[in-house]
């Protein structure tokens, strides 16, 4: 798992073709500090996605027009292009089936996270 700013996020986001998927939290969120370790398990079980946390007050440019109201919200972006952005239950195994659907190809979805999302994240990790 990652965070915005970290110096090795910029490298995982070149590989071609990959899935990123990011979860914006906040820390004062109990549901966050629970849904976390479950979140980095299940990066671990998926090596060839790039799993991020973004906690919202850090980094309020990455969620672009778009607002969190609940949590956790997740977005995933393939190739670029927003598969899914929206809040899911605080259960793992929502987002893991969640990322098996995402695995099949399929239309982008529309969404208010600036179009540069992923660029976003490589100039944050590179800065720290």
Known sequence: ?????????A??????????VICFCAAWCD???????KYEAL??????ICFIWADIEDYPELLGDE???N?????IVQDHQVRFMGTILPHIEHLSRLI??????GQPQRSGLPEDLIEQL???????
């Open 1 to 9: 798992m990652f965070l915005p700013n970290s110096p090795t996020l």
């Open 100 to 105: 098996q659907t995402m695995q099949t190809p």
């Open 67 to 69: 607002d969190v109201e």
């Open 11 to 20: 490298q995982a986001l070149e590989r071609p073709g990959l899935t990123v």
């Open 31 to 37: 549901a966050c500090k629970a849904y976390q370790p």
């Open 43 to 48: 990066g671990q079980q998926h090596p060839d």
């Open 122 to 128: 490589k100039t944050l990790s590179q800065t720290s």
């Open 71 to 75: 949590f956790p919200t997740i977005a």
